[in-house]
């Protein structure tokens, strides 16, 4: 498991990288060390937050010791979900 700290976290976060839409029928996302965020509307107004992962180019130290990946979701501040360590 990788000790996370904020020199850590901001070396971490310029990895980040935007893919905006392409070819028909993808949708933007954000990707960090194989991680893929997509956030898009659904046709009945839902909004959805998919999240992908590769778990091949995600760092082991990252992930939990079941594999799992620590995963906080907020919404205008308000913790929805946290799974994380």
Do not use: Y
Request: charged fraction near 20%.
């Amino acid at each position: 498991m990788t000790i996370m700290t904020g020199s850590v976290a901001r070396k971490l976060n310029k990895t980040m990288r935007h893919f905006p839409a392409g070819k028909p029928g993808t949708l933007p996302c954000t990707e960090t060390l194989g991680v893929q965020v997509a956030t898009f509307w659904m046709f009945d107004g839902e909004l959805v937050v998919s999240v992908s992962l590769d778990p091949e180019r995600i760092p082991a130290g990252l992930l939990n010791e079941d594999g799992t990946l620590p995963l906080r979701v907020e919404v205008g501040g308000t913790v929805i979900f946290n799974g994380g360590r």
